[in-house]
Structure formats: C-alpha cells, structure tokens
C-alpha cells in the first residue's frame, strides 16, 4: 500500500503545477526593452562609433616562399612544406594549384604549411637537387623533413589536408597518435 501512494506522488509530482494561468497572448506585441544612453555621455557611443574603434582581427596568411630564398633546414621541425614545381610559371597545372592553394588556405594553415613553388628548372634550386622533379609535381614534406607523398597533378587543400592529417607527427598534434584510424 505505500508503494502505491508513493508512486501515486511521484507520479502526481512529475506531472507539474495546475494550470491556473491562461496562456501567453500570441497577438501582444514584444516587450520593449529600453536603453538609457545617456546615463553617462562620455562613454555612451552609437554601435557604427564602437564598431569604427574596434581594432581589426588579424588575418593569418598563407606563407609562399620563393624556392630560391627557401633554405630545406630552416623549416625541420616547424613547418609542413607543400613544395609545387613546374617547368614554367605558365603551367596549367601549377596555375591550377596555386589557385586551389590561395582560395582555401585556413586548413593549410591550421596545420603549419608553407608553400614553395619553384618554376625554373635552370635556376637549380635546393629544391630540385634534392626532390628530382620532372615537370608538374607536388610535394608534401613533414616537419621531421622526409618526403610523406609526392602527385603528378594537382590536388585540391581537403585532398592534401586529409593527407597531412594521417602523417604521425599530425596525429601527435591532434591527439590521435595511438588509434589505429
């Protein structure tokens, strides 16, 4: 018999107060809300006045580094490199993957990338004595300096920033070193 009128309670008590009210009006205006903007003159400035103050949120760029100025050692243990050859600056494909690279490059970023194109292949660069490319080519360099993947045609920033994610040194940054994904 308790067990009865307990759950009898419990089951009056989940199902809430009377409804003694009627409801809401659905017709009434919204309650206005009013702001005394002149309770202190000095500071009460209008919203385009806070906004013209407000100081600009840097914008991180994308780095691209000429490959003649871009020392290999300089970027071991700090940055990923997308390295980008071509015979000729005209390149289909090179324009083709600069484009791609410079439209999206926050997931390149995010994930400390430098870009290095190198488009003459008389000027001898570190680049090419190392990497050996024949004419389009794209590189993708971890930051322990070894080559992880090399593409003969352009790939667009989700297909390299998939890519990077699935280096180990990646995988350490994120947290997902040990998982077998």
Known sequence: MRLKILLATMLLAAM???????????????PVIEYDLDANPDTAMSPEE???????VPVPELQIVDAQSADPAEYQWVSRLVVVFADTPNDPAFVDQMRALRTRPE??????VVVIPDT????????????????????????????????????????I??????????????????LGE
Do not use: N, Y
């Open 50 to 56: 806070a906004a013209a103050q407000a100081e600009p």
């Open 107 to 112: 997931p390149l970023i995010e994930r400390d």
């Open 161 to 178: 920033s998939r890519a990077i994610d699935k280096f180990p040194l990646r995988r350490q940054e994120i947290g997902r070193g040990d």
């Open 120 to 159: 003459d292949p008389d000027a001898a660069s570190p680049w090419r004595a190392r990497l050996h490319p024949r004419g389009f080519s794209l590189v993708l360099i971890d930051k322990d300096g070894q080559v992880k993947q090399r593409k003969p045609a352009p790939w667009d920033v989700r297909e």
């Open 16 to 30: 809430g107060p009377g409804r003694s009210e009627a409801p809401p009006d659905a017709t009434a205006p919204p």
